[in-house]
Structure formats: structure tokens, C-alpha cells
């Protein structure tokens, strides 16, 4: 048999299996319950999102007969009768289709309009389908005016386009708008999965996040993608990873672009190529790469302002406390600033003959205006008569000792040294320490001159005069290694508690998300 794609195998048939669309599905329910059922509807949305899917199942829902040829208008289609066989298949003589990318003239509206006056030949109702309607002319739509506000008792019109903005206020002031919304990342997690294990499919839990939020909201887009995942996988077999799915949509690791951003902002001009360039050769598009640092750029903006945002699913969890670390580091000027060149340079990117060569460049300016004082602190400067001012050079006051990398992190962070913090939290194994002297592993590019601002701001955060070096590899965990160790440990250990026990066995599929520690 022909393979059938995921988005059309999987096309809802009842209004039950829109997902996302709750407000519609009420609304159109209660209209038919109480006979109150408008002559014209306008479905907007992106596209993929179910417009043209959900016309055919209100023309299904007001032309089924039941099985037994004797129901009437109902929220849920049977699927068995003539009319909802045949507007399913899209060949029902009562409710016909029109692309109006196609035939966007006047001369066929008037043919539409032409048929309008006779009553529909075997259907309840006779159904005008018009996709994509806002590419007809102004001279179609004034055609169609007249008819759409007084229509025959027996037609109705659903019209569905992505540029509601471009469809005259005369035309929408006489039709019922829905707007189909963006199906939420978790909410479209959930539907893929389910897809997944019907075709004996199986995917980690983050690969299906990743593909989630690729699809921007989109299911048509979102189920592509997951036939894509699907048919990549018959190749190895196994659960199909994150990694794999990165590799297949051309996207960088994101705790690689975190660790790039944080370069970025500490401007380090050297190390944000080598690690483009890393990225690059491992298969990672630049033009995305560079959508990526945007995404967070904008992740860490919001995290500034909203900090419960940090549970967004999209990202893994240590890279939404990098974030939160990242957000306590960074001004809004700052952010603001980075947010416009790299916006910029995308649009640059996207037009260069050297797409690589020219995210470089956007990485080069990036990096150099993080040197820059702000237009504010250039005015005060000025306004002082003075340079903006420098870091402090002094160590601090009373500091805690340090008998620990822990502490010497923590220390870092007392200092408002954030970013340095963050990476170390983030890539740094150690190979050896005792106060004053420390050696690493990093498990990210950094500058030549890391080893040098390190020291710095650890005797300014300790007031110990550093000997700091790097090593190629170590053993030992990072600090946010061993900290999800720890919660790991937490887990498991509340998990064999008896009364936990009990709850999970009372509530199959329940999981422990977090285990917090009480006085």
C-alpha cells in the first residue's frame, strides 16, 4: 500500500482530536445545541495549525446524517455516513473546495456565487470552502459581498487564510472569526509521542521537546518533522536521542550555544569563533546557530523580568539555571544591545553568499560592543568629565575562607563575577586544587587570556593571589554534574521511602519531579 504521511493518516475526524483549540470546539458546540449556527466563518491561524482540517469537520458536523440516516446537525460526526465519507474525501457535490491562491478573479467568485441560489442536491446544507481567501481580489470579494450578507438558508461559508489582516473589515464584519491558536510546546509534545507509539515508534523524552518546539506551533509542521525522526530511526533502530534529532534539523548542541553566548558577553572574540567553527564542523547550520543565540538571548531578557519563567519546558534544566545566572549578570541595556546586532546580522546572514563568513562577522561585532559602555554610562561618564568606569582592582572585605572549588566559585559569584561563575559551574572539571593555586579541565573553548581574568577575579573575590592553569582532560565532574547527581540521589532515595511508595503504586506513571529539603 502507498505510505500515507503522518499528518494526513493522523488528520482529526471528530472535533475531540483538535488539540489546542478548546475556545473553538466549546464555542461551535454550543451553537449547534442551541440552533444558534452562523452563515459564515472566518478560521485564521499559522499554517499547519488545522484550519483547513477544522472546515471540513464543520461542514461534516452540520451535514451528518448519523448511521442511520436520521441524526441531525452534531459536534461529533459519525465518520460513516455519505456526507461525512465524502467531505472527508473531499468530493462532496454539496460542499465544494476553492483555493483562492488560484483563483483569486471575479469571474470565479461569480461562478461561485452563480450556484449559490440552487439548493443543495443531496446535503443539508450546501458549504462554500474558500482556503487561503485572502488572496482574492478587491473586485472578488465586492462580488462577493451582496451574497455573504444574505445568504440562502441553505449555504454556508467557511473561509480559512493566514492574513486575516488582509481580508476587508466589510468582509469580516459579517462572518464568525475563530482564531486557531499555536499549539503550546508541552501540549504538542504529548500529541507526537502518542503518534509515536502508534507506529511502534520511540523517542526520548527531549528529542520529542525538540521537535516540539521546532514546529513553532505548528501540528502539520510538528508531525513532518516527526516522520522525518521516524524514518531516520528505521535506519539504526533504538530510541531516537536528542542528538539525533539535532544532527537530523542541522541545529547546534544548546548547551554548546549557551556556553557561546556566555563568550559572547564576556567578549571573547577568538573563542566565540573556534567555537562557531566547532559547531559548524559538527554539523550545525550557522544560520541557525545564530537563530539560537537570538532564542536565548530573548530567554534570558525575559528571565530578567520574570524569573518563574525558568520552568519553561523548552529547555533542559541546567541550562535554564544558566540562564537565571546569565539574567543576574547582564543588564538590560546589555541584552537590548546584543538582542539588535544579532537581529541584524541574521537578516545580513540570510543574504550573504558566505553564510558562515558572515555569522563570523556578527559574532566578531557582537563580541567587541561587549566592551562597550552603554549610551548611558557614556553619558554619565561624560557628564563626570571621566572614562565609564573600570572593574574593581581591589580584593574584597571580610571574605569567607576558601577551602574548596565550591567556594572559590561561590566566592566569584559574592563578586558579581556571574559569567565566569556561570562557566565554571557549567564546564569545569577540576584536575587539582588548594587555595591560591587551581587546575582545570574545560569542557568549553575559552580565550587566551581565560586563565589570566580567572586569577584576577579570583584574588578580587578572595583576596589570594591565584596560580591558574589548564589540563586536556579530568575526571572528575563539573559542579552542576555533581549537583544533579545529588538531586538524582534525592530521588531515588524519596522513591524507596515506604509511603512514596504507596503513593506511586496508588498513581501508575507518577514521577518525582523534585525532592526540597524542610528545617
Not at 458536523?61 to 441531525?72: E, K, R, S, T, W
Not at 523524552?205 to 508531525?223: C, F, H, N, Y
Not at 561624560?382 to 580584593?395: D, F
Amino acid at each position: 500500500m502507498e505510505y500515507r504521511v503522518l499528518a494526513r493518516k493522523y488528520r482529526p475526524a471528530v472535533f475531540a482530536d483538535l488539540i489546542g483549540q478548546e475556545v473553538l470546539v466549546r464555542t461551535f458546540a454550543n451553537a449547534i445545541a442551541t440552533g444558534r449556527i452562523h452563515h459564515a466563518f472566518v478560521l485564521t491561524g499559522i499554517r499547519g495549525i488545522g484550519k483547513t482540517t477544522t472546515a471540513r469537520l464543520i461542514a461534516r458536523a452540520l451535514n451528518c446524517i448519523g448511521p442511520d440516516g436520521n441524526g441531525g446537525p452534531t459536534v461529533s460526526p459519525c465518520g460513516v455516513c455519505t456526507h461525512c465519507t465524502m467531505i472527508a474525501e473531499s468530493r462532496h457535490p454539496d460542499v465544494p473546495e476553492m483555493d483562492a491562491a488560484s483563483r483569486t478573479g471575479v469571474g470565479d467568485i461569480r461562478d461561485l456565487i452563480d450556484t449559490v441560489q440552487y439548493a443543495p442536491s443531496s446535503a443539508r446544507y450546501k458549504i462554500y470552502i474558500i482556503d487561503e481567501v485572502h488572496m482574492l481580489s478587491a473586485s472578488a470579494f465586492n462580488a462577493l459581498l451582496k451574497t455573504l450578507e444574505e445568504p440562502p438558508p441553505h449555504v454556508k461559508f467557511i473561509f480559512a487564510t493566514t492574513e486575516a489582516r488582509k481580508i476587508p473589515v466589510t468582509i469580516l464584519s459579517r462572518c464568525q472569526r475563530f482564531d486557531l491558536k499555536r499549539v503550546g510546546t508541552e501540549v504538542l509534545a504529548a500529541h507526537l509521542n502518542a503518534i509515536a507509539q502508534k507506529e511502534g515508534a520511540r523517542l526520548a523524552p527531549s528529542a520529542l521537546t525538540l521537535l516540539a518546539a521546532s514546529a513553532e506551533g505548528s501540528v502539520r509542521d510538528g508531525l513532518s518533522l516527526l516522520d522525518q525522526a521516524i524514518a531516520h530511526q528505521a535506519q539504526g533502530g533504538g530510541d531516537i536521542s536528542e542528538e539525533e534529532v539535532r544532527a537530523m534539523l542541522g541545529l547546534a548542541d544548546r548547551s554548546q550555544v549557551v556556553a557561546l553566548f556566555t563568550l559572547l558577553a564576556q567578549g571573547e572574540v577568538a573563542a566565540c569563533l573556534a567555537q562557531l567553527r566547532a559547531l559548524h564542523e559538527a554539523g550545525a547550520d550557522a544560520l541557525m546557530v545564530l537563530q539560537d543565540l537570538l532564542e536565548f538571548t530573548h530567554f534570558v531578557t525575559r528571565l530578567k523580568h520574570v524569573p518563574a519563567l525558568e520552568k519553561d519546558i523548552a529547555y533542559a534544566e541546567h541550562e535554564r539555571k544558566a540562564a537565571a545566572e546569565l539574567a543576574g549578570a547582564l543588564s538590560v541595556p546589555v541584552l537590548a544591545r546584543l538582542w539588535q546586532m544579532l537581529l541584524k546580522g541574521l537578516a545580513e546572514a540570510r543574504r550573504a553568499p558566505l553564510p558562515v563568513a558572515a555569522v563570523e562577522m556578527v559574532l566578531v561585532r557582537a563580541a567587541y560592543a561587549a566592551e562597550l559602555p552603554t549610551p548611558a554610562e557614556a553619558l554619565r561618564a561624560l557628564e563626570k568629565k571621566t572614562e565609564p568606569p573600570a572593574a574593581a582592582t581591589a580584593p574584597a572585605a571580610d571574605i569567607p575562607p576558601v577551602e574548596s572549588f565550591a567556594d572559590a566559585v561561590a566566592a566569584l559569584e559574592r563578586a558579581r563575577e556571574m559569567l565566569l561563575a556561570s562557566q565554571l559551574r557549567q564546564f569545569a572539571a577540576v584536575v587539582s586544587f588548594k587555595p591560591g593555586a587551581l587546575c582545570l579541565a574545560m569542557r568549553m573553548t575559552t580565550g587566551r587570556d581565560f586563565t589570566s581574568r580567572l586569577a584576577a577575579a579570583l584574588w578580587r573575590a578572595t583576596g589570594l593571589e591565584w596560580s591558574v592553569t589548564l589540563a586536556e582532560t579530568a575526571d572528575s565532574p563539573t559542579l552542576h554534574e555533581q549537583e544533579m547527581a545529588r538531586k538524582e540521589k534525592q530521588k531515588q532515595e524519596a522513591a524507596a521511602h515506604p509511603l512514596v511508595e504507596s503513593v506511586l503504586r496508588q498513581f501508575p506513571g507518577a514521577e518525582i519531579i523534585e525532592v526540597k529539603e524542610t528545617a
